[in-house]
T-cell receptor, first 113, second 109 residues
């Protein structure tokens, strides 16, 4: 069976510090991978989307970036965090077939102080 | 472009019904529905194809009106466990999944 791991679960970082959130998927090959952000009480905002190694689509221009160095590894990064980067970050994966549901990781609650 | 959900929030008593709508300005290929409990990851409920499909999950069902570019989620005889935030997601080319702003549902005893 497939599983998705996302860490850390919580993170408090000062403004201007770097960020690295990691997500890995087990039990499948060549999944679609997603990073979403959810501000407090808000919807799921798609940040990045990847259909393969090194293939990243950015949905929202900002100071975040994503990389996919391996087939089942997706990393969200920032060189300098802003207060507005605070939120609940969710990694998700899906099969590449049509009508594939998304499976979410447990999320990382990031607070920038 | 994100789909638009309405209402933003709904409060109902156990056993009551509610409807959540999801609409898009773009042609929809499929619509996903997910439920998120507070502080947890969203959990998949169902996917609907264009063509007026209807589906059900327990006493939660949904319909997809392709002409109106709209999907509706029906919470029937609601239970306390139905509380949470419901998201609709629309699928574009290449499986890119974009979600609406969510509808917060609170079911009271």
């Amino acid at each position: 069976s497939q599983t998705i791991h996302q860490w850390p679960a919580t993170l408090v970082q000062p403004v201007g510090s770097p960020l690295s959130l990691e997500c890995t998927v087990e039990g499948t090959s060549n999944p679609n991978l997603y990073w979403y952000r959810q501000a407090a009480g808000r919807g799921l905002q798609l940040l990045f989307y990847s259909v393969g190694i090194g293939q990243i689509s950015s949905e929202v221009p900002q100071n975040l970036s994503a990389s996919r160095p391996q087939d089942r590894q997706f990393i969200l990064s920032s060189k300098k965090l802003l207060l507005s980067d605070s939120g609940f970050y969710l990694c998700a994966w899906s099969f590449t077939t049509d009508l594939a549901e998304a499976f979410f990781g447990q999320g990382t609650r990031l607070t920038v102080v | 472009q994100q789909p638009v959900q309405s209402p933003q929030a709904v409060i109902l008593r156990e056993g009551e019904d509610a409807v959540i709508n999801c609409s898009s300005s773009k042609a929809l290929y499929s619509v996903h529905w997910y439920r998120q409990k507070h502080g947890e990851a969203p959990v998949f409920l169902m996917i609907l194809l264009k063509g007026g499909e209807q589906k059900g999950h327990e006493k939660i069902s949904a319909s997809f009106n392709e002409k109106k570019q709209q999907s509706s989620l029906y919470l029937t005889a609601s239970q306390l466990s139905y509380s949470g935030t419901y998201f609709c997601g629309t699928e574009a080319a290449g499986n890119k999944l974009t979600f609406g702003g969510g509808t917060r549902v609170l079911v009271k005893p």
